[in-house]
């Protein structure tokens, strides 16, 4: 996955939550989340941190999901961040 791939699949997460498709918008964020806390991801430092900024905040959203299950599985995720 290049820069410019994460971020796209960051607006693809952002509107998918915002029709509702929960899952499938946890589902993008999630591989995000993994993808930028990967340091062999090939981002330069600066993009690195730009990608979790925008995750964390994609993580953020779902503070406001109906879904459970979905708000647990998916905040979760922001634990991956601590040392970050």
Do not use: H
Not at 25 to 33: F, G, H, Y
């Amino acid at each position: 996955m290049t820069y410019q791939d994460a971020l796209d699949y960051l607006r693809i997460a952002e509107n998918a939550y915002n029709v509702q498709a929960y899952s499938e918008s946890a589902e993008i964020v999630e591989k995000l989340a993994y993808f930028a806390v990967d340091i062999e991801n090939g981002l330069s430092s600066q993009q690195r941190v730009e990608i979790i900024e925008a995750v964390k905040r994609a993580i953020g959203r779902f503070t406001f999901c109906p879904d459970e299950y979905i708000w647990e599985k998916t905040c979760g995720l922001i634990d991956l961040f601590d040392n970050k």
